[in-house]
């Protein structure tokens, strides 16, 4: 699955304060929005579409089938 980034505008005054107290807990504030993220994801997306992504996703990670290639013949000349 292909990850791409989002913007967000916050207060610098809030984030900061957000980012001091988060790293006095030992939390990181990326891994506190992703885990928003995913909750959200979950709250609202359809468990078919859900299901449907995580089906599509598997396959493509999936290693793709080997082709048995014939040996060589050896030629008369």
Known sequence: ???I????AIDEEKLNAL???LGKKGLLLSSEI???IESLYS???PKP???FIEARNISQVMPKTLIKKEPNKPTNH
């Open 1 to 3: 699955m292909k990850n």
């Open 5 to 8: 980034s989002i913007q967000v």
């Open 19 to 21: 980012t001091l107290y």
């Open 34 to 36: 992703n885990e928003k």
């Open 43 to 45: 709250v609202h997306v």
């Open 49 to 51: 579409v859900q299901e």
